[in-house]
């Protein structure tokens, strides 16, 4: 998807001086090489990644006997998930992932613009705080949903820090809120670093110069900063949505499902390993996979085209 | 701020407003990242008389959790010993795979090379959902279930599109002059780009490293399908596991304890490669 802007950055050699026009044999030695070294690396997606994709939509065209041969049965497992028995399961489990990565990446945005903006400007102490930023990150998601299970207790440290007896893993909303605060916990410092970044490449005479000419605090954050950071937090955007799209392991781990919380991934995951329907699974499988397919290329030609185009117009440069 | 504030050079700011909100700013932003790891290490501080009440330091500190969980049934050693061998060992094939894939990408010029980094990238997007269940099938054939290597081969596929993508804008960047020299003065292309561009690209890969290990680390999707057992399960799975157990009381103390032990070598790493992470992580999103 972004083969676009890597195919007009200068090709690698480029910026090295070497002779132009080379001998036909040093090409063929060349592509050989290239072969050799990208083998491994192909081998290992392939055997992990193309295969058991492969594998997965070439069985959702087959049945689940009991016992036997899986039978021929185009796509009925498809129709099955979509409008037939696994109907509600499945657009439940679309709609509560739809609902966690709108709502979890609009936050974690917010937040993260709110962080970058809080460590850009900070004059003492920027080691600190990294170091307690990258912690979240760091921290591995089923321990994250461990502390937080933990957290969230009836009688646990949330509660009695708010003064309420919400017992969150009761009910659907209250559910869902816990894992929209573990998600935002750990992730909004990520996306606070990423848009750092891209605040750290604004010059930052153009803001002097902006002061000079008397635009308030206000009109400089609209005008230089929001634009200027805009490829770093579509970029953050986009990663976000990519991963929130496939959350498991927090959901799993805190509510197992329960309340109305299932995503499609756990939908999957359930269907093919605890029910042992791999034909069934598969076409779940490859529905969640096209969905999230789908999801990058519209935001990417939504909020992604001028950003890629911009940078496209750099590389060239 | 007015046009004479933003000129002075840092450091010797008065105090305005300003100061004292982006200071207040990050208080707040350390104490968000922070108290939950304090609340993991005070609760697992606490003894089971004081584990449910919610003071802020334990009146009777006490390490019975960190017995339990490394003795009793959990045996929490062998979980850290797997998730050890799990991820150097992906960090170290991964890497070596992803240099390979880098220097081919950064460096030589071939047809398809741009199919090939789309199709890296396509890799980077797939839901682990959408394998695991062959997965499972072709690990079950191989009689995988519950060995290293059923963790260890799907780690280093995840790792390769971010590792290959970093490396290869690290690769682009080195001054590749200095190989063609090292040819000219004799050296083979393998003794040229060891001898020469490895040793410049050390902190690139360093960087790409503790990416990956990171990764391996947290893993848990795969490995709580093909991890059947104790002897083979990570970290991840263990302590997610402990929760499964008792379902009524959770051995909230003990989970604890053991979250702190995982955390804890993360923790050193975060502190001492911070500047590296934060690098290689926004070289990872600009590509």
């Not at chain 1, 299932?262 to 598969?282: C, D």
């Not at chain 2, 390979?100 to 199709?119: H, K, M, T």
């Not at chain 2, 002897?231 to 997610?240: E, K, L, M, Q, R």
Request: some cysteine; proline content about 6%.
């Amino acid at each position: 998807m972004t083969a676009p802007d890597t195919a007009s950055a200068p090709p690698p050699g480029a910026r090295t001086p070497r002779p132009r026009r080379r001998a036909g044999g040093e090409r063929a030695t060349e592509r050989r090489l290239a072969a050799l070294l990208l083998a491994p690396m192909l081998a290992a997606l392939g055997l992990v990644v193309a295969y058991p994709v492969a594998s997965a939509v070439y069985r959702s065209f087959f049945d689940d006997p009991i016992g036997g041969e899986p039978a021929f049965i185009g796509l009925r497992n498809y129709a099955d998930a979509l409008f037939g028995y696994g109907s509600e399961g499945f657009w439940a489990a679309l709609g509560n992932t739809a609902v966690f990565t709108v709502v979890t990446v609009v936050v974690e945005t917010l937040l993260g613009l709110v962080m970058a903006l809080v460590m850009h400007r900070a004059f003492r102490g920027r080691g600190i705080v990294r170091a307690s930023v990258l912690l979240p990150w760091a921290l591995p998601t089923a321990v994250s949903a461990v502390i937080w299970g933990w957290m969230l207790q009836p009688d646990g440290i949330v509660n009695a820090l708010i003064g309420a007896e919400v017992v969150w893993g009761g009910s659907e909303w209250p559910a869902k809120w816990s894992i929209i605060f573990a998600e935002v916990w750990k992730t909004a410092p990520f996306v606070a670093l990423l848009i750092l970044a891209g605040l750290q490449t604004i010059p930052p005479h153009l803001y002097e110069a902006a002061a000079i000419d008397g635009a308030s605090a206000w009109r400089r954050f609209t005008s230089i900063t929001l634009p200027l950071a805009k490829p770093a937090i579509v970029v953050a955007v986009l990663f976000r949505t990519l991963d929130a799209l496939r959350m498991y392991d927090l959901p799993q781990i805190l509510t197992g499902g329960a309340n109305n919380t299932e995503t499609l991934s756990m939908l999957v995951v359930r269907a093919a390993t605890s029910e042992l329907k791999q034909g069934y699974g598969g076409a779940l499988s490859t529905i969640t996979f096209l969905f999230v397919f789908l999801c990058a290329f519209l935001l990417i030609r939504t909020i992604g085209a001028n950003v890629f185009a911009g940078i496209r117009e750099e590389g060239t440069r | 701020m007015s046009t004479a504030t933003a000129r002075r050079p840092r450091g010797r700011r008065p105090a305005t407003w300003e100061t004292w909100v982006i200071g207040a700013g990050m208080v707040l932003l350390v104490l968000y990242c922070l108290a939950p790891f304090y609340w993991m290490f005070v609760s697992s501080l606490k003894g089971p008389a004081e584990i449910t009440v919610n003071n802020l330091w334990p009146d009777d500190p006490t390490l019975v959790n960190y017995t339990g969980v490394f003795g009793g049934s959990n045996d929490f050693g062998y979980a850290v010993r797997n998730s050890l061998v799990i991820a150097v060992s992906t960090t170290v094939l991964a890497m070596v795979i992803a240099v390979f894939s880098g220097y081919a990408l950064a460096r030589l010029r071939f047809r398809g090379r741009n199919l090939v980094l789309a199709l890296v990238l396509a890799c980077s997007m797939f839901p682990g959902v959408a394998i695991v269940t062959p997965l499972y099938q072709l690990f079950s054939d191989w009689g995988w279930i519950d060995e290293y290597q059923a963790m260890v081969l799907p780690n280093i596929s995840f790792a390769l599109p971010l590792a290959i993508f970093v490396l290869t804008t690290f690769f682009r960047e080195m001054p590749w002059e200095l190989e063609e020299a090292a040819r000219v003065d004799g050296c083979g292309p393998v003794g040229a780009f060891a001898r020469v561009i490895l040793p410049l690209a050390a902190p690139g890969v360093a960087t790409t490293s503790l990416l990956v290990f990171f990764a391996a680390w947290n893993e848990y999707l795969i490995s709580s399908v093909v991890s059947i057992t104790l002897a083979s399960n990570p970290v991840t799975v263990a302590i997610a596991k402990f929760a499964g157990d008792t379902e009524f009381q959770q051995p909230f103390g003990s989970q604890m304890a053991a979250g702190v032990v995982v955390t804890l070598p993360l923790v050193v790493l975060v502190l001492l490669f911070q500047r590296r992470i934060v690098k290689g992580l926004s070289a990872g999103s600009f590509r």
